[in-house]
């Protein structure tokens, strides 16, 4: 099986920065992603990542604010965010794929089958 503990999140003003990072133990994943969760919100597709990190996609919300990355070496998946605004107040998932999907984007909660606990992020106005 696969673990996967996220950390990182935490109170931050509107235009802040923050950097999520979900640590995999376990068996070999595939694509990353992250999604999030507002209160009272479905969890929602933020970005992901292919297996050797040489495609990402972004939802529209967060494109060209958000960057995704992953250091296979360490395990490691990040998401940096940027320009924080307090719509992007959620609960921040790390999810893996624990096979080869045959399309692109993973976009989708039910691509992924291992989660994280979640990590939380405030932004204040």
């Known amino acids: 099986q696969v673990q996967l503990v996220e950390s990182g999140g935490g109170l931050v003003q509107a235009g802040g920065s923050l950097r999520l990072s979900c640590a995999a133990s376990?068996?070999?994943?595939?694509?990353m992603g992250w999604f999030r969760q507002a209160p009272g919100q479905e969890r929602e597709f933020v970005a992901a990542?292919?297996?050797?990190?040489?495609?990402?996609h972004y939802a529209d919300s967060v494109k060209g604010r958000f960057n995704i990355s992953r250091d296979n070496a360490k395990n490691t998946l990040y998401l940096q965010i940027n320009s924080l605004n307090p719509e992007d107040t959620a609960v921040y998932y790390c999810?893996?794929?624990?096979?080869?999907?045959?399309?692109?984007?993973?976009?989708?909660?039910?691509?992924?089958?291992?989660w994280g606990q979640g990590t939380q992020v405030t932004v204040s106005s």
């Open positions: 990542i292919t297996s050797r990190g040489v495609s990402t």
């Open positions: 376990g068996r070999t994943v595939y694509t």
């Open positions: 999810a893996a794929a624990g096979n080869l999907r045959l399309r692109w984007p993973e976009n989708s909660r039910s691509d992924y089958d291992y």
